[in-house]
């Protein structure tokens, strides 16, 4: 793994997306334009309850308002071997089919509240077909997720908006993430994006803090990720647990934590529960995601599916609020395809049938009826054939076929007549002569 870290104070960063996402000036512009948000931000999680995964930036404020860290000094543990996903991570992912990830295609919106149920915000999430296009310009199909989310925390507004586009196995092809907090006196702003680009995964991270702008510009080898789960893939990951209403044992993946690090991601089943959503109750399924980051304490979300993927609602651990959906959304269910009818065969006793056998009678009294007014019309049909029944009667060939063939073959039109003895019409062994020459010599002669 490579990075490498640039400061500048009041400079503004411009960052271009294959996948057709422009970072500029601040802003993040993705291929449907955000509905609202101030100042052109397409806010996807303004608050600790609206991020879209425990290792957000928005997410760690939760815990402490503005106290971010500054000049980090490198700790023992950034020596230590970079982390790996475990078997059962990566079998998980391996597990994916096209024909299930189908199935998740639909859009959510929930709203966050505070402890005392008043409204704070707004979150969306989107996955759906897209197209990708790789540097050699081939397009490609693949998931295409659009969230972002817009609210208040303690009075001030934060924001977050992702696009991603991911593999049938959710590897990250492309992805683009801004979070943004309006603090007052310094207010803070966060993007990174992920680009894969051969056999590496380029991470751009931009920290601006008041004046002050830092790039950090990261690579990871792509053996090295495998088991990688992006913020994209995790909304994606989470309907397929929902969907499937089980979480792989004991899986270790891996993820980024606050500060673009590589961190271990694990997730936990704590059971069904009933919940009370608008005037129903629910069943939901209930997955814990914990990262694990090296340098902080672990930050855990949790999750609460619908059976068809999904979010009913969405808890930060150690927030005072939550995301929740307003009324129950129309459930997807797979079509039941029922198995193509087995017809046995019966044997067909027509002669039983009065219906057929009224039908074939009239039938072979009309053929009957047309064969002898045929034969009527055209007496020399019938003395032909007699003829050619007498002569083979008498010759008794033991080829019937090739008899016949000779038989009838000079009344072919296109065809010129077979001389009766065919020995003398074998061609010559000698050439021709000419007729010109033999002539010429002939007058020669004479002369």
């Given at each position: 793994m490579s990075s490498k870290v640039q400061s500048k104070g009041g400079k503004r960063?411009?960052?271009?997306?294959?996948?057709?996402?422009?970072?500029?000036?601040?802003?993040?512009?993705?291929?449907?334009?955000?509905?609202?948000?101030?100042?052109?931000?397409?806010?996807?999680?303004?608050?600790?309850?609206?991020?879209?995964?425990?290792?957000?930036?928005?997410?760690?404020?939760?815990?402490?308002?503005?106290?971010?860290?500054?000049?980090?000094?490198?700790?023992?543990?950034?020596?230590?071997?970079?982390?790996?996903?475990?078997?059962?991570?990566?079998?998980?992912?391996?597990?994916?089919?096209?024909?299930?990830?189908?199935?998740?295609?639909?859009?959510?919106?929930?709203?966050?509240?505070?402890?005392?149920?008043?409204?704070?915000?707004?979150?969306?999430?989107?996955?759906?077909?897209?197209?990708?296009?790789?540097?050699?310009?081939?397009?490609?199909?693949?998931?295409?997720?659009?969230?972002?989310?817009?609210?208040?925390?303690?009075?001030?507004?934060?924001?977050?908006?992702?696009?991603?586009?991911?593999?049938?196995?959710?590897?990250?092809?492309?992805?683009?993430?801004?979070?943004?907090?309006?603090?007052?006196?310094?207010?803070?702003?966060?993007?990174?994006?992920?680009?894969?680009?051969?056999?590496?995964?380029?991470?751009?991270?931009?920290?601006?803090?008041?004046?002050?702008?830092?790039?950090?510009?990261?690579?990871?080898?792509?053996?090295?990720?495998?088991?990688?789960?992006?913020?994209?893939?995790?909304?994606?990951?989470?309907?397929?647990?929902?969907?499937?209403?089980?979480?792989?044992?004991?899986?270790?993946?891996?993820?980024?934590?606050?500060?673009?690090?590589?961190?271990?991601?694990?997730?936990?089943?704590?059971?069904?529960?009933?919940?009370?959503?608008?005037?129903?109750?629910?069943?939901?399924?209930?997955?814990?995601?914990?990262?694990?980051?090296?340098?902080?304490?672990?930050?855990?979300?949790?999750?609460?599916?619908?059976?068809?993927?999904?979010?009913?609602?969405?808890?930060?651990?150690?927030?005072?609020?939550?995301?929740?959906?307003?009324?129950?959304?129309?459930?997807?269910?797979?079509?039941?395809?029922?198995?193509?009818?087995?017809?046995?065969?019966?044997?067909?006793?027509?002669?039983?049938?009065?219906?057929?056998?009224?039908?074939?009678?009239?039938?072979?009294?009309?053929?009957?009826?047309?064969?002898?007014?045929?034969?009527?019309?055209?007496?020399?049909?019938?003395?032909?054939?007699?003829?050619?029944?007498?002569?083979?009667?008498?010759?008794?060939?033991?080829?019937?076929?090739?008899?016949?063939?000779?038989?009838?073959?000079?009344?072919?039109?296109?065809?010129?007549?077979?001389?009766?003895?065919?020995?003398?019409?074998?061609?010559?062994?000698?050439?021709?002569?000419?007729?010109?020459?033999?002539?010429?010599?002939?007058?020669?002669?004479?002369?």
């Amino acid at each position: 793994m490579s990075s490498k870290v640039q400061s500048k104070g009041g400079k503004r960063a411009e960052v271009w997306g294959v996948g057709g996402a422009l970072e500029r000036g601040g802003d993040l512009l993705p291929h449907n334009p955000p509905r609202g948000g101030p100042e052109g931000f397409c806010s996807w999680d303004a608050c600790p309850t609206l991020s879209f995964s425990p290792g957000s930036t928005i997410s760690a404020f939760s815990f402490s308002i503005g106290s971010k860290a500054k000049g980090h000094q490198p700790s023992a543990q950034e020596s230590l071997a970079p982390p790996e996903a475990n078997a059962e991570a990566i079998h998980f992912l391996n597990s994916l089919r096209q024909e299930e990830l189908l199935m998740l295609f639909f859009s959510e919106a929930l709203v966050m509240v505070s402890d005392t149920g008043q409204p704070q915000g707004e979150l969306t999430i989107e996955v759906q077909m897209g197209k990708h296009k790789d540097k050699f310009g081939v397009m490609s199909r693949c998931l295409f997720v659009h969230a972002f989310s817009r609210g208040f925390m303690d009075n001030i507004l934060c924001g977050n908006s992702l696009l991603g586009y991911l593999s049938w196995k959710l590897e990250p092809m492309e992805q683009h993430n801004q979070e943004f907090i309006k603090f007052p006196i310094l207010p803070m702003e966060r993007k990174m994006s992920l680009l894969k680009h051969d056999d590496q995964l380029a991470m751009t991270r931009i920290v601006k803090e008041g004046e002050e702008v830092k790039t950090e510009v990261t690579s990871f080898p792509w053996h090295s990720i495998a088991g990688f789960v992006s913020e994209a893939a995790n909304l994606v990951l989470l309907r397929v647990m929902a969907s499937r209403q089980t979480v792989p044992s004991n899986a270790r993946f891996l993820a980024l934590d606050t500060e673009g690090k590589l961190c271990y991601s694990t997730y936990q089943a704590l059971g069904s529960q009933t919940i009370q959503v608008g005037h129903q109750q629910v069943e939901v399924f209930i997955v814990e995601q914990t990262v694990h980051s090296e340098k902080g304490i672990p930050m855990s979300c949790q999750f609460y599916l619908l059976s068809d993927g999904h979010l009913a609602k969405r808890i930060q651990v150690g927030s005072p609020g939550c995301c929740m959906v307003t009324k129950v959304p129309i459930l997807r269910e797979e079509d039941d395809i029922e198995p193509r009818p087995v017809f046995e065969k019966k044997p067909l006793l027509w002669e039983e049938d009065m219906e057929l056998y009224s039908r074939f009678t009239d039938r072979k009294e009309e053929l009957r009826l047309s064969h002898s007014s045929y034969l009527r019309l055209h007496p020399e049909a019938q003395a032909l054939i007699s003829d050619f029944l007498l002569f083979l009667l008498l010759r008794q060939p033991a080829d019937v076929v090739t008899f016949a063939a000779e038989y009838f073959g000079p009344f072919a039109k296109r065809h010129p007549p077979t001389p009766a003895l065919r020995s003398s019409n074998r061609p010559s062994p000698f050439r021709a002569l000419d007729l010109e020459c033999i002539d010429g010599e002939e007058d020669q002669a004479g002369s």
